[in-house]
């Protein structure tokens, strides 16, 4: 199983990201997805995610400005990021597992992508 994160880059306040993510060897359809970041000198934190039926969660810091979405046919789970801050900068990884809960442990997870740089600077 491989999962692969892509859609990073360098932006500025107030611009827009999306991100994706996909993997290989599994079908995402029924399975939860988590979207994590971890900025430079601080903890990874869970920043939103989404069921098999397509229930969403978001951290605080996020909601009104991310939104997560699947599409089962490309196997494939989206993260738009828009009005994005400087505090949103990081690598953000995707995770594939069985719950998307509140909490966003990250032992619900199983499967990793390596992440994708998202930066904004001002």
């Known amino acids: 199983v491989q999962v692969v994160e892509s859609g990073g880059g360098l932006v500025q306040p107030g611009d827009s990201l999306r991100l994706s993510c996909t993997a290989s060897?599994?079908?995402?359809?029924?399975?939860?997805i988590g979207w994590f970041r971890q900025a430079p000198g601080k903890e990874r934190e869970g920043v939103s995610c989404?069921?098999?039926?397509?229930?969403?969660d978001y951290a605080d810091s996020v909601k009104g400005r991310f939104t997560i979405s699947r599409d089962n046919a490309k196997n494939t789970v989206y993260l738009q990021m828009n009005s994005l801050k400087p505090e949103d900068t990081g690598v953000y990884h995707c995770?594939?597992?069985?719950?998307?809960?509140?909490?966003?442990?990250?032992?619900?997870?199983?499967?990793w992508g390596q992440g994708t740089q998202v930066t904004v600077y001002s």
């Open positions: 995770a594939v597992g069985s719950l998307c809960r509140g909490e966003r442990k990250e032992s619900d997870y199983p499967y």
């Open positions: 989404i069921t098999g039926a397509g229930q969403t």
């Open positions: 060897g599994l079908s995402l359809d029924y399975l939860a």
